[in-house]
Structure formats: C-alpha cells, structure tokens
C-alpha cells in the first residue's frame, strides 16, 4: 500500500496536537514553579533584611541604654534633713544625753530662730 504524501489526517492532527498542548502544559508548569521559587526566595531575603534591621536596632537600643549613666538620686530636701536632725535630737533628749536647756538651744539652732 502507498502511503499518501501531504497533509496529516485527522489522527495525525489530533495526535500533533496532543503533544503540543502536553508539551504547552509543561513549560507553563515549569515557568510557573520557577516563578513561584523566585518569588519565595525575594520574600525570604526581604524578611531576612528586616529581621536583621530590627535585631540591629535592638542591638543598638541596648547600647545605647548600658552607655546611658543612671542618674544620682536627688539629695533629700533640707526640710527632710531638718527633721531627722529634730528627730536625732529628741533621741538623745530621751535617751538622757542632752537636758532640757541643750535641747532647746540645739533645736532652736537647727529651726533658725
């Protein structure tokens, strides 16, 4: 039997397209992996960047706080300092130390009057 020369038959046809539609299918299954693969590596770097950033800014934070001197407590008010002096006298008057006379002078020299 002679074979016939020219256009595909139907089965030829159906056949050809078959596997340039699989062939199709692939390449776009392909591109679309590579795609997604490349886009997943982008946001791993950006969260990568910004997690080091942040832990920068951590790190800088926290030396900023060590190299921040803690300031002195403020000195106590005179007024407190009066009354503990007072208080410190009326202990020793009670405790006999000072008599009536010393207490009142001392008092009166730490009241300014």
């Not at 340039?20 to 992996?33: C, L, P």
């Not at 590579?34 to 800014?57: C, E, I, L, S």
């Not at 800088?60 to 000195?75: E, G, K, S």
């Amino acid at each position: 039997m002679r074979r016939r020369m020219g256009r595909p038959g139907l089965a030829g046809t159906m056949a050809r397209t078959a596997v340039i539609a699989g062939t199709a299918t692939a390449v776009s299954g392909n591109v679309a992996r590579n795609q997604h693969a490349r886009a997943a590596a982008q946001q791993d770097a950006a969260a990568a960047q910004q997690q080091a950033m942040v832990d920068q800014a951590a790190a800088q934070a926290a030396a900023q706080l060590q190299a921040t001197p803690v300031p002195a407590p403020a000195a106590a008010p005179a007024a407190n300092d009066t009354i503990a002096q007072l208080q410190q006298l009326a202990e020793m008057h009670a405790q006999g130390l000072l008599n009536d006379d010393e207490f009142t002078a001392a008092k009166a020299k730490l009241l300014g009057t």
